[in-house]
């Protein structure tokens, strides 16, 4: 009998739901999951998640004390929040997942590493060891400086809101665990700039993981690929044979419900037989590549100023629901 896309691209990718509700996580059985400022926001106005919610703010309040404003417990409730879901989709899913360190803290390598260590010293004080996290962090030169003092201190690093190649290079050399590429938000950039609409092998954000992917095969890198940010399944069909690829709910369920049959398209020999010159990324290297690349340089900035916009609005719920919670139960 035929197999379906999901069947088929398990075989030789990690799959990986890109979401926080934790129903489609069950539902779909993913190795690892990984969620992002604006999956916790959305997953966090659901009301079968509220019970979390709750939780997570009383013991936010608890431990700041009553004399703390609400804004303080909110601020501090998010960045618990987003572990909460991490423990409950670590009940699911058999691998890892990724938690998000602060967007806001994107250019500041100190704060993202101090950051990093408190998220991992809780999910360690529930027990979860560090093999089952990735602490995700912005593809800045900052941020990969923040994930090479991580990696040697045994906390695994999932760099996000990755663009172009010398981010890629830049993160390999530091030794990171993981990178996401995003194919879909590429593909976003350049029908806005060009107004044509592009398919298959010609998607440029399928072209990038692809260059990524064989760059870091061809020379043997062991950080791993996870494209990212999927606006088709054509994407990912493109992209089979990639480390992992990160999947929202919507299109996994469109890979089930196909039939039909996939071929390998990225693989390690290939590569391996490749023409490919070696780059040499340094802070001047990476700065310069950057400036250059119009399209790395706008959505990097746009991702971070998304996902800080998210943890906003977040913080803004959490108070809103705090006052509702002390007015049903004042002390």
């Known amino acids: 009998m035929p197999q379906n896309l999901l069947e088929q691209l398990r075989k030789f990718t990690i799959v990986v739901a890109d979401t926080g509700d934790i129903e489609a996580i069950g539902k779909f059985r993913p190795q690892d999951s990984t969620t992002n400022p604006s ?3 959305a997953a966090a106005q659901l009301p079968q998640y509220q019970p979390i919610v709750d939780d997570v703010l009383l013991a936010a309040r608890k431990e700041l004390g009553g004399n703390s404003t609400d804004a303080a417990v909110a601020n501090l409730a998010f960045q618990r929040l987003a572990i909460a879901f991490g423990k409950k989709i670590l009940a699911i899913v058999p691998g890892r997942v990724s938690t998000e360190v602060d967007a806001r803290l994107s250019y500041d390598t100190t704060a993202t590493i101090a950051q990093a260590r408190s998220i991992i010293a809780q999910y360690d004080k529930s027990g979860i060891g560090r093999k089952r996290v990735l602490v ?6 900052e941020g990969i400086r923040a994930a090479e003092v991580l990696e040697r201190d ?10 172009g190649l010398h981010q890629a290079i830049a993160a390999a050399e530091a030794g990171v665990t993981l990178v996401s590429p995003f194919v879909g938000r590429i593909l976003d950039w350049y029908k806005n700039d060009t107004g044509k609409d592009f398919h298959g092998t010609d998607d440029p954000g399928v072209k990038s993981v692809t260059t990524v992917y064989n760059y870091y095969k061809k020379f043997d890198y062991k950080t791993q690929v996870m494209g990212a940010s999927f606006r088709n399944i054509g994407e990912i069909i493109e992209l089979a044979g ?7 709910p919507q299109l996994l369920a469109e890979l089930e419900a ?6 390998r398209k990225l693989s390690p020999d290939a590569a391996k037989s490749m023409n490919i010159n070696k780059i040499i990324v340094d802070k001047a290297a990476f700065d310069r590549m950057h400036a250059a690349d119009r399209m790395a340089t706008d959505k990097l900035k746009e991702g971070i100023e998304g996902f800080s916009a998210a943890l906003v609005k977040l913080e803004t719920l959490l108070a809103q629901r705090l006052a509702e919670l002390e007015n049903k139960n004042p002390t």
């Not at 045994?154 to 809101?161: A, E």
């Open 39 to 41: 999956l916790i926001t």
């Open 136 to 141: 995700k962090i912005a593809s800045t030169w």
């Open 154 to 163: 045994g906390i695994h690093c999932n760099l996000t809101l990755l663009f």
């Open 242 to 248: 990639c480390d992992l690829l990160t999947i929202s």
């Open 258 to 263: 196909t039939v039909a049959e996939l071929p």
